[in-house]
């Protein structure tokens, strides 16, 4: 299941600036590596031992800093073991959901803490406000950003972006449209958007950067079930 994202005029020159994630908040966030320690993905913590991400991102994960000029080796990189939803094939069919087992359990302190996940079926309100979190790049065409940054998004009816497909069965959001360069472009897929307390959407693709087309977040409270069974799984092996 997707959330898609529609870009829409709002906060002006605040979210094209980016608006920086304040050191004691939102502790979960995480940063999917490659093999050389480049930044390719969000993630977001959600036990001592998992981390969510999209199926499409890479395999080391990054906890416990906002920026990622600022890594400590020994401490903060996990290697992990990886699970991919089977039924992914590619972003734009959907189950874009990969759960990653920690190679050693996560150290909960002032610098990191899960954040819950949905129980079950989540239903968020039509103008709900919520929230998008990464390290994309903070403009069309730009650099990558160190520094972890947020935007807020307002949910509206799936209406507003049943042309994305029609074969996808969606929510939808409405957002500055800046903040789709700043946040929702390459290096920030897999992250969470945040919606109360809950991680209700991992980023998952969007379509250039394009103000004027919606991106596609997956629905996290469609895989619960199969998030508990991996889960499971991965714990007893």
């Given at each position: 299941?997707?959330?898609?994202?529609?870009?829409?005029?709002?906060?002006?020159?605040?979210?094209?600036?980016?608006?920086?994630?304040?050191?004691?908040?939102?502790?979960?966030?995480a940063s999917v590596q490659n093999n050389k320690g480049q930044h390719m993905c969000g993630g977001f913590l959600i036990s001592e031992?998992?981390?969510?991400?999209?199926?499409?991102?890479?395999?080391?994960?990054?906890?416990?800093?906002?920026?990622?000029?600022?890594?400590?080796?020994?401490?903060?990189?996990?290697?992990?073991?990886?699970?991919?939803?089977?039924?992914?094939?590619?972003?734009?069919?959907?189950?874009?959901?990969?759960?990653?087992?920690?190679?050693?359990?996560?150290?909960?302190?002032?610098?990191?803490?899960?954040?819950?996940?949905?129980?079950?079926?989540?239903?968020?309100?039509?103008?709900?406000?919520?929230?998008?979190?990464?390290?994309?790049?903070?403009?069309?065409?730009?650099?990558?950003?160190?520094?972890?940054?947020?935007?807020?998004?307002?949910?509206?009816?799936?209406?507003?972006?049943?042309?994305?497909?029609?074969?996808?069965?969606?929510?939808?959001?409405?957002?500055?449209?800046?903040?789709?360069?700043?946040?929702?472009?390459?290096?920030?897929?897999?992250?969470?958007?945040?919606?109360?307390?809950?991680?209700?959407?991992?980023?998952?693709?969007?379509?250039?950067?394009?103000?004027?087309?919606?991106?596609?977040?997956?629905?996290?409270?469609?895989?619960?079930?199969?998030?508990?069974?991996?889960?499971?799984?991965?714990?007893?092996?």
């Open positions: 299941m997707l959330i898609c994202i529609l870009a829409f005029t709002a906060h002006g020159t605040e979210i094209i600036n980016g608006k920086k994630v304040p050191d004691r908040l939102m502790l979960y966030v031992d998992f981390v969510v991400t999209a199926a499409h991102c890479d395999k080391l994960v990054v906890l416990g800093t906002h920026n990622l000029e600022k890594v400590d080796d020994g401490t903060m990189r996990y290697n992990v073991t990886r699970c991919k939803h089977p039924d992914f094939n590619s972003v734009a069919s959907g189950n874009d959901i990969m759960l990653l087992k920690l190679s050693k359990k996560v150290q909960l302190n002032n610098k990191v803490q899960p954040i819950q996940i949905p129980k079950g079926e989540m239903k968020v309100k039509d103008k709900a406000k919520c929230r998008v979190v990464g390290w994309g790049y903070t403009r069309a065409g730009g650099k990558v950003s160190n520094v972890l940054e947020m935007a807020e998004v307002t949910l509206t009816n799936r209406k507003e972006c049943a042309y994305v497909s029609k074969s996808i069965s969606a929510k939808c959001c409405i957002t500055d449209k800046t903040y789709q360069a700043l946040l929702s472009s390459q290096g920030d897929s897999g992250g969470p958007l945040v919606c109360g307390a809950t991680a209700a959407g991992i980023v998952s693709f969007n379509r250039e950067c394009d103000p004027n087309i919606p991106n596609v977040y997956t629905d996290v409270s469609k895989y619960v079930s199969w998030i508990k069974k991996i889960r499971t799984k991965l714990l007893i092996d």
